[in-house]
Every structure is written in structure tokens, then in C-alpha cells.
């Protein structure tokens, strides 16, 4: 039986496809300014300068996009939490290191301009903002991964499979959220971030693709964890479930689109359900996820649709 590949020996032959892909990264992405999206002229001074504190009648946004902008601020905010999972994980060595610096550098910018946008618009309380931050931040992310797994190759694998789907969860989440503002400069901000949103899974979803070609029963094993268990990092910031149930009622991020647009389209990309070289490990595990998806589709998604238009319809009947 072939044993699996530890952490450092996963590292150290997935580094030229690194490589490739870093130098593809920075050949593609776009440099960008975060002022550059900012209505400063809508801007005022708030009370303790001799201006007038937020009300909520100077927001101009309804209560779903205040929700869903909230909710990915915050996830961005989350920021030096990831940046430990993957610096973790990966390596601070070559390209690993290259990527997780030019990447974490990237992603900054995302919680620079809405943080702006929001303030300068008076789009949501800024005091209740903050002090959400705080508890969010001081919460921090983890991914669960436990130190035994990281040597093991694990905590890679699990890292890596993560991003893939959880990169392009933002980017769908950040564009709806553009859609639901109704101010044509969110939405370019927006569609902005979720450019950068898609250049980093693309990143994230070659490695993993790289991985699986490498040790397929290994990183099947990874990548049906992920899914099964797959949460957005926002997971216990105040307001998440109410924020969440919002979004989802409102289109920004539904569970249809969650396997429709992230978990098919990954699994697709990487030929999960047609490849030919799993070993009876890697088999097992596949029909296990082949039968998770079908679930969603079959069982969970409508039953979420049918509560959800009940729902929309109560609400419509009381308005
Ligand atoms: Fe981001
Ligand atoms: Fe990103």
C-alpha cells in the first residue's frame, strides 16, 4: 500500500505548481486603489469633531444589504486569523511564502474599502460596527485542524480544499450583496472585491487540483471533509444566524446556489466524480460525497426553497 505523503513532503513537491501559479497570479491580478471607490463628497464629520452622530434614517441601504454587508465585512476583518491558518499550513518558504504575503496584502484591501464606503454613506451604525468587530476578531477563526493533522499532510489538504470552495463563496456572496445595495458605487466596489475573489480560488483550486493528481485517496479524503462540513468563516460573529437566514431568503447566498455555483463547479473543475485514479480508499470516499451532493439536491434544497417561499409569502401577506 502507498503510504501517505506527510506535510513537508506535500510542500515540497506541490512548490513548482506554486511557483506557476504565483507568477500566473500576479500576471493577471489588477492593482487597484480602495479610495478610488469611495463617494468621499456623500462624507461628514460625526459629533465629536462637531458633526452629527449616525441615525438610522441617514442609511440609505435596506436592512438585507446592511445584513449581507455587515456580514462580509466582518469576514474580511477576520483577516490575521486566516492569515495564521495559512501561513500555518502552507509554508513561509518560496513561492508558499510569496503567495501568502501578495495574498494576505490582497485581501486587506476587501475590509479597507467597505469599512470606507459604509462610514462615509452612514450605510450602518458604526459604533455598533466597531464593537461587533471586537468581538468578532477577538474570537477569531480556526479551522479545527488539529496539530497531529498538520503533520500528516492533513492540515494542508484541509487548508487548501477549504479556500477552494470558501474564495468563490465570497465571490458569489460579494456580487449578490452589489446587486441588493441599490447604489451603482457599491455595486462596482463590490464586483471589484469579487474579481479579486475569484483570481484567489482560482490559485487555491489549481493547488488542491495539484494535490489531487499527487495522492488523489489523500485528498479526496480532505475535500469530502470539507464539504460535508463546509461553514463560512463567519460563523459565530454576532448577528451571524440572523444575517445569514437574510441573505439566504434574499438570494445573497442561498444553499442553491452554494452547490450550483461553488460546490459543483469546484468538484466539476477537478473531474472529482470521473477520475480513474482512486484506489478502493479514494472510491469509498467519493461515493460518499457523491451521495452528500445528491442530498442537497434531492432533499435539502427544495425543503429549504419550499420554508423559505412560505416564509416570503407571510411576509408579503402582513406588508
Ligand atoms: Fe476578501
Ligand atoms: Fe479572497
Redesign the pocket.
Known amino acids: 500500500m502507498v503510504r501517505d505523503l506527510t506535510q513537508r513532503e506535500l510542500l515540497a513537491e506541490l512548490e513548482p505548481v506554486a511557483e506557476t501559479c504565483v507568477h500566473r497570479h500576479l500576471a493577471m491580478a489588477k492593482d487597484w486603489h480602495p479610495h478610488d471607490y469611495i463617494p468621499w463628497g456623500r462624507g461628514r464629520d460625526f459629533a465629536m469633531l462637531g458633526g452629527v452622530d449616525w441615525e438610522p434614517g441617514q442609511s440609505r441601504l435596506s436592512e438585507v444589504a446592511k445584513a449581507a454587508m455587515i456580514t462580509n465585512l466582518l469576514t474580511e476583518d477576520n483577516l490575521p486569523s486566516y492569515h495564521r491558518e495559512i501561513s500555518e499550513n502552507f509554508s513561509r518558504d518560496g513561492a508558499w511564502g510569496t503567495w501568502v504575503g501578495r495574498w494576505t496584502a490582497e ?1 486587506m484591501r476587501h475590509s479597507t474599502v467597505i469599512r470606507d464606503y459604509l462610514v462615509v454613506t452612514r450605510g450602518v451604525d458604526p459604533v455598533a460596527l466597531e464593537q461587533a468587530r471586537m468581538v468578532h476578531m477577538t474570537n477569531g477563526f480556526s479551522s479545527g485542524i488539529a496539530p497531529a493533522e498538520v503533520d500528516s499532510g492533513a492540515g494542508f489538504l484541509h487548508s487548501v480544499a477549504y479556500v477552494s470552495f470558501q ?1 468563490l463563496a ?1 465571490r458569489v456572496t460579494h456580487r449578490n450583496t452589489g446587486k441588493v445595495c441599490d447604489d451603482p458605487i457599491a455595486d462596482r466596489m463590490l464586483q471589484r472585491i469579487a474579481a ?2 475569484n483570481l ?1 480560488m482560482v490559485f487555491y483550486r489549481t493547488m488542491c487540483g495539484a494535490a489531487l493528481d499527487l495522492v488523489p485517496d489523500q485528498a479526496i479524503e480532505a475535500i469530502d471533509t470539507i464539504v460535508r462540513n463546509f461553514r463560512m468563516p463567519g460563523a459565530g460573529m454576532p448577528d451571524f444566524r440572523r444575517n445569514g437566514v437574510l441573505m439566504a431568503k434574499h438570494g445573497v447566498y442561498d444553499l442553491r446556489q452554494h452547490l450550483e455555483e461553488v460546490v459543483a463547479p469546484v468538484l466539476r473543475q477537478w473531474n472529482v466524480f470521473d477520475r480513474v485514479d482512486f484506489g478502493p480508499r479514494g472510491e469509498q470516499v467519493r461515493e460518499r460525497l457523491a451521495a452528500f451532493v445528491d442530498d442537497l439536491e434531492r432533499v435539502k434544497i427544495p425543503r429549504f426553497e419550499e420554508q423559505r417561499d412560505r416564509a416570503l409569502a407571510r411576509e408579503r401577506a402582513r406588508s
Do not use: A, V
Open positions: 485581501e474564495e465570497t479579486d475573489e484567489h
